[in-house]
Structures are given as C-alpha cells and as structure tokens.
C-alpha cells in the first residue's frame, strides 16, 4: 500500500485533495519534525547576523534556519542591533512558516512585543507591583516603561506624596524633576487594539493618606519654609498640601490687609509658599502662614516715625478704656490712647475731654511692632520729659523752612535776570 493510500484510509485527507497542515503534521510525526506555525512565538539561537545584506539567520529547531530580513531587520531598534550577537537566544515569531524560496520568516520585534502584551496581561491578572524608573512626562502626567512597553501613569494615579511634590503651573515645572527616578507601580488596564497600557503608583503605594500626614508632621520643623498647593477654602481660612498633609492658613495669616474670605486672594490649585508656624503633634494639626512671607505694609507706614514724635490725629473712637485716633495722613495707621494718657487729672471716660472727629496733637510713647500697636498721649504733649525732642523737631522744621525760602529767593533772582 502506497503513502496515499494509507493516508486517505486514514482520513488524513479529504478525498482528492492535499491539506497542507495535516500534511505538515502527519510529516511531524513520522519524522519527528517539529514544523513552525504561523503566529507562533518561539525561542531561537542566533547563527549569523549579517548587517550588509540586512538578516539574520536563527536557528530554531528546524531542517533550515529562520530569517529575519528586509523591513523586520529594519524595526529593530539600533540599540537593540548593537547587542545582538551569534549564540544568543531571542524570542522569534513565526510571520510565515515557509515563503517562495523555503524560508521560516520571523520577526524579533513582533515576538518582543507579543512577549511584552502577555507579561502586562499577566501582571494584570495578578495585581503584582512592578519596579521601574519615570523615563517622560506629558500635561497629564508620567511615562512609566513596563516589560518594554510605555506605561502612562495619570496624575490622578500618583502617589500623595509625589503628587505633593508637583508643583508648579506648567507640566515641565511638575513633572520634568522627576524624569529618571525609581517608582513601583501596578498594572490596572491593558488595552492591546489601542496600545494602552495604564499603571497606578497607588496602587502600589502601602502608604495611607494618615500615615503620610504622620510622617510629614515628624519631619516639619516649625518656622521651615515650604512651598505647597491650595487644596481648599473655607470661610476660616485655606487649606494647603504640603509633601502629602494638609496644613490650615487661617483667614488671618493669609493677608496683611483686612480680608472677608480666602477666595479674595487664593483659589484652589495655586502653589504658594507657605511658613509653619505652629505643629500640634497630638492632634495632628499643622498651622501655616503665608502673610509672614510678605512684606509688612504696616512696618512701611510707622517706619517714619518714632517715640517721643509729636503728630496731629483725628480721634475716630470713644472707649470706656481710652480713644483710639488716626494720624494725620495714614488712613491705615490707628493709634490708642490709653484713659490715663488723656490728662493729668483723673478721667471718668475718655468723652470728658475728647470728641470723636476732633483733630488734637498727641505725642507717641510705644511702638510695638510684633502687636501692630501705636501707644499715643495727650497729657504728654507738653511734657518737659520730650523737651530735646521737640528742640529737634523744631530745627529740622527750620532748617526746611529755611532751605525753601533760599530755593524760593534762588528761583525769583533767575526769573529777574531772565527779564
């Protein structure tokens, strides 16, 4: 009985007609040929690379070798080329199991990719974290490589305490620090159509948003500068993120001028420079500022005056304890006129001598400058305790007097001889 025969009484062939792959296969078993198959990924010797001509040739358990040439010697990376050498074992996928000339045609890119999908799809299934390095960024957050593939990781998917230390309004400014430093992530979405592959550092991250706040609260030192995000408003006062914990700027530490709401001055997403001015460890709170990084206006305004200055006022308030006056000039400038500086005899209430939009000239005892108060004194206006004071005073105004009039008497001279 012929090998036709045979086969056929088999059922090997349909009747009349070869098939390809039951021949394939009948030839694998009778010769104990283990014959490649389209889209086939297997493990291969390389036995020759040839530059020039474009190929290489890998052995991989066949009568002939596999070749990779033309476009798939191309799509190696040349990084990649340059590493390649003969004896090495590389992933090889089978494009097609025998062209024109007899040939297995292989791809090592497509087999490196194909490896890569099912590593991600495994890594999928596990939940397992991965240990890579950030290699870019984009506005919407970091390029993490997984098994050879461009993981994105979202800025929604950072971590607290990395996301804290984003800062800044442009994605180079956020993210581009970055760029080269280690990070574990996990593999939360694998899409092979669209070549998506999507990691989450949180995921990874055992770390609690409580036990951040933990250790940023150990590491902070009051007074310490740091630079954080407005992460919201209330009516008290702002809440900023500093590397992972929120810190409390209340209402007045915000501004030096008088303000009704933070909404005035800060939104939600601005970085801002902030100082620690209180750490209560126990209850885990952390107090900022950020007006005591801003230049005192106030300290502007009483910087050209002293104690023992005489200044005109205009009293605006009556209290039971004193009369609080505005100096001539500063309309932010108040001052407090303690009851007993009113006279030196005895003062019921401070509405036996003065009345409110009364201009009066007060003398300055106490400047406090930490406190924002003026100390201001009625019964000392004459006193003789001032008296090298005032002598000053008065030369300075003399001497001003003086220079005017010389400017004056200059600039009429010169008009006459003009004339």
Do not use: C
Not at 60 to 79: A, M, N, W, Y
Not at 207 to 222: A, D, F, N, Y
Not at 299 to 307: A, F, N, P, T
Not at 399 to 409: C, G, M, N, P
Request: aromatic share 4%; hydrophobic share 35%; proline share 3%.
């Amino acid at each position: 009985m012929d090998y036709h025969e045979t086969s056929s009484e088999q059922g090997v062939f349909p009747e009349n007609h070869a098939n390809d792959n039951n021949m394939a296969s009948l030839l694998e078993q009778s010769l104990g040929i283990d014959f490649p198959k389209r889209g086939e990924i297997r493990e291969g010797v390389i036995a020759s690379i040839n530059p020039e001509q474009k190929q290489i040739l890998v052995s991989i358990g066949t009568k002939s070798e596999g070749v990779i040439s033309g476009r798939e010697f191309e799509q190696i990376p040349h990084d990649e080329l340059a590493h390649l050498e003969v004896g090495q074992r590389i992933p090889v996928y089978v494009l097609d199991p025998e062209d024109q000339n007899g040939n297995v045609v292989l791809s090592y890119t497509r087999a490196r990719d194909e490896v890569a999908w099912r590593e991600v799809e495994e890594l999928l299934r596990s939940k397992k974290p991965v240990h890579s390095k950030i290699v870019g960024y984009n506005k919407g957050g970091l390029i993490v490589p997984v098994s050879g593939l461009r993981g994105f990781l979202p800025a929604s998917q950072v971590s607290l305490t990395r996301r804290a230390m984003a800062t800044g309004d442009s994605p180079e400014e956020r993210w581009g620090k970055m760029i080269g430093q280690e990070i574990d992530v996990v593999v939360i979405e694998v899409d092979r159509e669209r070549r998506r592959l999507i990691v989450s550092e949180r995921a990874a991250s055992t770390e609690t948003r409580e036990s951040i706040k933990e250790r940023v609260i150990e590491e902070l030192q009051e007074g310490q500068v740091v630079t954080g995000r407005v992460t919201s408003l209330a009516d008290f006062g702002a809440f900023v993120n500093i590397s992972g914990a929120d810190g409390l700027v209340h209402l007045s530490e915000i501004s030096w001028d008088k303000i009704n709401h933070p909404s005035e001055v800060l939104k939600v997403g601005d970085e801002v420079q902030v100082k620690v001015i209180s750490i209560d460890r126990d209850k885990k709170r952390i107090g900022l500022s950020i007006r005591q990084l801003q230049e005192d206006p106030w300290l502007q305004r009483v910087s050209k005056y002293k104690v023992g200055q005489l200044v005109e006022a205009k009293i605006t308030r009556l209290t039971k304890f004193g009369a609080f006056a505005q100096i001539e000039g500063q309309e932010d400038l108040e001052g407090l006129i303690h009851i007993s500086e009113l006279s030196e005899k005895r003062v019921e209430h401070p509405k036996e001598v003065l009345k409110e939009g009364e201009i009066v000239t007060l003398r300055i005892i106490r400047i406090d400058p930490e406190n924002h108060r003026i100390g201001l004194s009625l019964r000392r206006v004459d006193s003789m305790a001032y008296a090298d004071i005032d002598w000053s005073a008065l030369e300075e105004v003399i001497e001003e007097v003086d220079t005017s009039s010389e400017e004056d008497e200059s600039s009429s001279t010169a008009k006459s001889t003009a004339a």
